[in-house]
C-alpha cells in the first residue's frame, strides 16, 4: 500500500479524485463514507472514504492474466484522516505483481500512473 499526504480535506479530495476519474472514463461503482456509517450507529471515527473504481477493459485484461486478481478488483482508493493529516491510500503494482501473475502487465503501468496523477492533482 501507498501512503501520500495530501492537503486538501477529506470530502474536497473525494469530490476532486471523482470529477477527475469521470473525465479519465472511469466507472465509479461506490462512494463509500465510513466516518458516516460509523455515525448511524452512534460511533466516531475520522473522515474516512472508500472509492471504489474501474475500467472494465483494463480489469478485465487483468483477470484474463489472472483470475484471482478478482478478488481485488475493482480497484480501491481510500481518502483518510489519520493522526491529524489527510491521506490518500492506494495499492501499487508491487502489490498486485506480487499477489498475481502480473509482472509487468501494461494495465499495472497506467494504473500506477492514474494514481500518481490522482495524487498530483490533490497536491
Same mark, same amino acid.
Given at each position: 500500500m501507498?501512503?501520500?499526504?495530501?492537503? +486538501?480535506?477529506?470530502?474536497? +479530495?473525494t469530490e476532486k479524485i471523482k470529477a477527475s476519474l469521470h473525465e479519465k472514463g472511469f466507472t465509479l461503482?461506490? /462512494?463509500? /463514507?465510513?466516518?458516516?456509517n460509523a455515525k448511524s450507529v452512534g460511533l466516531e471515527m475520522p473522515a474516512s472514504r472508500l472509492l471504489?473504481?474501474?475500467?472494465p477493459v483494463a480489469g478485465t485484461k487483468?483477470?484474463?492474466?489472472?483470475?484471482?486478481? +478478482?478478488? /481485488?478488483?475493482p480497484l480501491r482508493i481510500a481518502i483518510v484522516e489519520q493522526e491529524?493529516?489527510?491521506v490518500l491510500i492506494?495499492?501499487?503494482?508491487? /502489490?498486485?505483481?506480487t499477489s498475481y501473475q502480473l509482472e509487468n502487465h501494461p494495465v499495472l503501468e497506467k494504473t500506477e500512473a492514474l494514481?500518481?496523477?490522482?495524487a498530483e492533482e490533490l497536491s
Open positions: 501507498k501512503q501520500i499526504p495530501i492537503k +486538501s480535506s477529506v470530502a474536497e +479530495s461503482f461506490s /462512494d463509500i /463514507d465510513h466516518q458516516a471504489i473504481i474501474g475500467n487483468l483477470m484474463q492474466k489472472d483470475i484471482t486478481a +478478482s478478488f /481485488d478488483l491529524n493529516q489527510n492506494h495499492q501499487t503494482t508491487e /502489490d498486485f505483481a494514481f500518481n496523477t490522482l
